[in-house]
């Protein structure tokens, strides 16, 4: 392990590779009615008034969601992976830009996005594929965050940070995309290390039709 | 009508092949808009999606904006959404529940069967003013089993004659529960595609691609769980496989993979909440669980009412034409309601629908938009339609329906027929 920088806690496996993927959560067995239920908890958390982060938050918080796109825009998704903790979830909600626990509960509805481990490492797989025709070429994005707010939560060694986000997303020969809306970070400490639990990612126009949503937000 | 002036439309659809021009030609577009959407029934909604009185949708028959609502005693209606004054829309929402439509351009008032019942300073049309003859216009409209069809063609036979077989197989796709009811509600994938509506509808039956342009979604299955999971029937030389075709009539098509699916839950793709769900389950239902576990995945169905229902696996989805060269392809998901049905099996098909829209349909919708690119060449006039036309493979399966080998271009030609006899029937539609 080479920690990034041991004052940030960012740390990676320089040797994971896609084949570490491949064998890595196969089952999927932490969701279930009580994780649901934390996540319509969250929903409900998430609407409330944000506190400015302090200068140590930012380097430690938010130093962490920047390299979080950093690595996304470098495509470089195992790296990205090893973010997550062992019970993470990447959620993209196909309703409204602030899906509330009932239009947004994703236990009765489906999502854009509705990755679990095991989901997100098939994602990883199936775009390092090389054959899908909706990534030939493949997308390249440019993640612009702002607005980094901390949000008080219920739940023990928890933290939770909202962002703004606008993101491009460029696939040669097609028009630039730009999506744009909120992020929710729900940050806990695994293994010694500060990790990304739960991402959600409320697009503004989650609800319309969308063209090509196959790459990583 | 109009269409290149070189060719009529006979010589654009052929048997064997169909002419570029089909999925390129702003007039042949605008004319099927017209005559194809509504000159047949068209499916615009599903019940369940207006649950009460006075209930209602927004939708398009083609381009026409129309209103499906529910009136005061639950009886549908679908309205031209069009003020009889000055044509303004009277809806502008997606959804919701209204007594009354009101025109906000000079608020004319409807009711929810359409009938106009206010006319702000209607002194000022004299005495002679008739309300009653500037209802809003309406389509007919007919509903079987929850899916909600219109047509502005009085000549229509009724639904369930039109649907012929077709009927039979929506009641094999709602019947693997018994007594469940199916609800939408939960949610929709949109997507949209730069290429012509029936690129979409060619390729929902065609079983000669999957094993081809799913690469991704087989390679990643194979890559991380080994063989077993699902689609494994589409590799290889899959006419020797167990999957049908059939021409369902009216332009309907169908591929059948029930014969492939030995285990419905062993072979349905990996989901979030698999295990813990499958525990609850069984510990619910004991003997009956391997049933519910089965309605979890897709139906082995993909079932094409023409023009633009296209029921896949477990979901609905339909073809929204915007322009000759843009495509809206909704996917509503799908969840079965049932007394003796326990809701955890819901929270897995919430999130088994997001498999092949995550996984497959954007490839499928990658290639679409490249046939249109394609397309554009007009030198390279021609598209094949004429797998195994010759090859003898081709009988009368169940239902009496023409049946071939699941890479057959059967379906193509069965829908080709049917919108060249829309594009040149001289019915005339009208609103009632
Ligand atoms: S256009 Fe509707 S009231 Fe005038
Ligand atoms: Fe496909």
Redesign the interface.
Known sequence: MTPLDPGMNIALDDGFTLKDI?RDS????????A??ARLRGDLDEWQAIGTPLTEAERQRYEALILHEHWLLDRRAFERWYQLYTRQCLYWVP??GDMPDAVRGD???????????R??M???I??LR?G??????PPSYTSHLSAGFVRIATAADGEVKIRSQFIVHEMRAGHVVQTLTGWMGHVLREEDGRLKIDRKLVALLDA????????FLL | MSHPPELPLDALVQEHRVHRSLYTDEAIFADEMNRVFGGTWTFLAHESELPAPHSFVRRKLGLRPVIVSRDRDGALHVLLNRCTHRGATVCRQDEGTARRFTCPYHNWSFDSAGALVGVPIEEGYGPGFDKAALGLGKARVASYRGFIFATLNAEMPDLVTHLGPAAQLIDEWLDRWPGATLKLQRGTHRMICLGNWKLVYDNSADGYHPGFSHMSLLRMRKDRYGAGVDMQWTIGNVDHGLQTVADVGNGHTFIDQRAEIKRYWEQAAPMPGETRYEQAIRAKLGAKADTALDVVMGSGMNLNIFPNLLIIGNQIQVIEPQRVDLTHLTWYATALEAPDLPDEVNALRMRLQEDFPSFGEPDDLANFEECQAGLSIPEMEWVLTNRHLGTGKEYIGPKGMLTGPVTDDLPLRAFWREWKRLMTSTTRLAAA
């Open positions: 491949l196969l089952e999927s067995t932490y969701v279930d009615d994780y649901y196909a309703a994703p236990q009765r509805q489906v999502t854009i996005a509705f990755d679990d095991r989901r490492g098939d994602r797989v199936w594929t054959v899908a025709s909706s990534q030939l609800a319309r039709s969308q063209h090509n949503m196959t």
